[in-house]
């Protein structure tokens, strides 16, 4: 298994431009997630879902939206890009499938290095 | 919301010695408690948790406690190795959703001294 994937690995965009980041998983697992990490800070959610066609928002998520269409994707997406987006950005995913007391480890993508000019 | 506070931010020790992080959480229903470590450039990776039913869990040489009436729980390293080098992040589960959302800790940079 490859695990999560993303891409881009960097990016450099131009204030204004859009752009989507990639993430796939080939666990089979239904939760997935979107964070982003500034520098010397702790990770913040963006947007989560819980299976495909559903999806809702974390703790910071203006600016991006999101779609799943499928169980492995979860594709961000950037809308006028500001320097303030400037961050790394890990996909993540989890198997939750065993119901409302289980706790499953987060398996992270590798990242995405933004910055916006 | 849940709230985490993490300290210290930085933290350095001799190697063959002990280090120890310490987060509090504000919400005290939360149930599950992760730390994660990340290596320089390297995504988060899970290296242990614990549920509110356990007050301790311990892996070979980490082990995690945590305080329930305190709010508080704790990652314990021992004879640390230059390999523990990286920045550690606790999290917490808050109750009441359905999406196993993680809090995290703003981190602490750990650097084992060869």
């Known amino acids: 298994n490859a695990g999560v994937t993303q891409t881009p690995k960097f990016r450099i965009l131009k204030i204004g431009q859009s752009m989507t980041l990639q993430c796939t998983q080939d666990m089979n697992h239904n939760y997935m997630y979107w964070y982003r990490q500034d520098p010397g800070m702790g990770l913040k959610l963006i947007y989560y879902?819980?299976?495909?066609?559903?999806?809702d928002k974390g703790e910071v998520p203006n600016g991006y939206n999101v779609s799943r269409s499928t169980t492995e994707d979860f594709p961000l997406r950037l809308e006028l890009a500001a320097p303030s987006q400037t961050s790394v950005y890990f996909c993540?995913?989890?198997?939750?499938?065993?119901?409302?007391?289980?706790?499953?480890?987060?398996?992270f993508g590798p990242g995405t290095r933004l910055t916006v000019l | 919301g849940e709230n985490v506070e993490q300290h210290p931010s930085t933290l350095s020790v001799q190697e063959g010695d002990s280090a120890v992080i310490k987060c509090t959480y504000s919400?005290?229903?939360?149930?599950?408690f992760p730390w994660y470590k990340q290596e320089l450039g390297k995504r988060p990776q899970l290296i242990i948790d614990?549920?509110?039913?356990?007050g301790e869990k311990k892996d070979q040489r980490i082990a995690v406690t945590l305080n329930k009436t305190a709010k508080h729980f704790s990652l314990h390293i021992t004879e640390t190795q230059p390999e523990d080098s990286a920045v550690y992040f606790c999290a917490a589960d808050p109750p009441g959703g359905s999406a196993r959302q993680l809090t995290f800790g703003s981190g602490t940079q750990l650097t084992v001294l060869p």
């Open positions: 993540a995913s989890s198997d939750q499938s065993g119901g409302a007391g289980s706790y499953n480890e987060q398996f």
């Open positions: 879902s819980v299976g495909a066609g559903i999806t």
């Open positions: 919400d005290s229903a939360s149930n599950y």
């Open positions: 614990i549920r509110s039913n356990v």
